[in-house]
């Protein structure tokens, strides 16, 4: 069964506005962690932005913030004012101990288009 | 340094040919991991090694024969591939929890199997 799911396959949004990107996760582990990655088409997985389970608030980090609600296991993104740099494909990730040591997990992905 | 380091970051091999894959980081990472991701679809985790110790294999095909010779490297050789295992193949590190929470990749290597 998915245990991070993406329901946006593609989003577009206009330079400058602010753009949520939706990640809902399924785990018995009560200490795992939510990642969300960029991924430009060259390929390399850029790390944004991380909340643990524990954390108490939101983490943010510039221009990115984790929308988390535990008891509804989501763990949005939010990029506010979007560049034309955003553009790319977005994962969530999720880290938890499985049959002996952690894993790392991904969704689907959500490919964003920033428009001019 | 704060990074990971793939090489080669192209490889084009028959399908009877033998190569490997190198994976190099110098954080002192416990973890390190090796995923597969075909084109428009996210990464699959394939192994995870910790301390240099095989701890998960996500039933790989063993034509994929993984390798951590010390705690800073992690080869994963190829032999007999087919063109379907034509992927970007990643590598990550991970530290131990207490000492951090962020997995550091790569940049990949792009395979074709021909």
């Known amino acids: 069964a998915q245990k991070i799911t993406q329901t946006q396959p593609g989003m577009f949004v206009q330079e400058k506005e602010a753009v949520t990107l939706d990640c809902t996760y399924d785990?018995?582990?009560?200490?795992?962690?939510l990642f969300w990655y960029k991924q430009p088409s060259s390929g390399e997985m850029i790390f944004l932005i991380y909340q643990g389970s524990y954390d108490q608030q939101n983490a943010t980090e510039g221009r990115y913030s984790l929308n988390f609600q535990k008891a509804r296991k989501s763990a949005n993104l939010v990029i506010s004012a979007s560049q034309l740099g955003d553009s790319a494909m977005y994962f969530c990730?999720?880290?938890?101990?499985?049959?002996?040591?952690?894993?790392?997990?991904f969704g689907a992905g959500t490919t964003v288009t920033v428009r001019a | 340094d704060t990074e990971v380091t793939q090489t080669p970051k192209h490889l084009v091999m028959g399908m009877t040919n033998k190569k490997s894959l190198k994976c190099e980081q110098h954080?002192?990472?416990?973890?390190m991991y090796w995923y597969k991701q075909k084109a428009k679809k996210p990464p699959e985790l394939m192994f995870v090694y910790s301390y240099e110790k095989l701890s998960i294999n996500e039933s790989v095909p063993s034509r994929f024969s993984p390798e951590c010779p010390n705690s800073s490297l992690l080869n994963l050789h190829l032999h007999a591939l087919q063109p379907e295992d034509s992927a970007l193949y990643l590598c990550a590190s991970m530290p131990d929890l207490f000492a951090g929470t962020e997995a550091f990749f790569g940049q990949g290597t792009r395979l074709t199997v021909v």
């Open positions: 785990t018995s582990d009560p200490s795992y962690g």
């Open positions: 990730a999720m880290r938890e101990f499985y049959e002996g040591d952690y894993k790392l997990s």
């Open positions: 954080m002192g990472h416990r973890a």
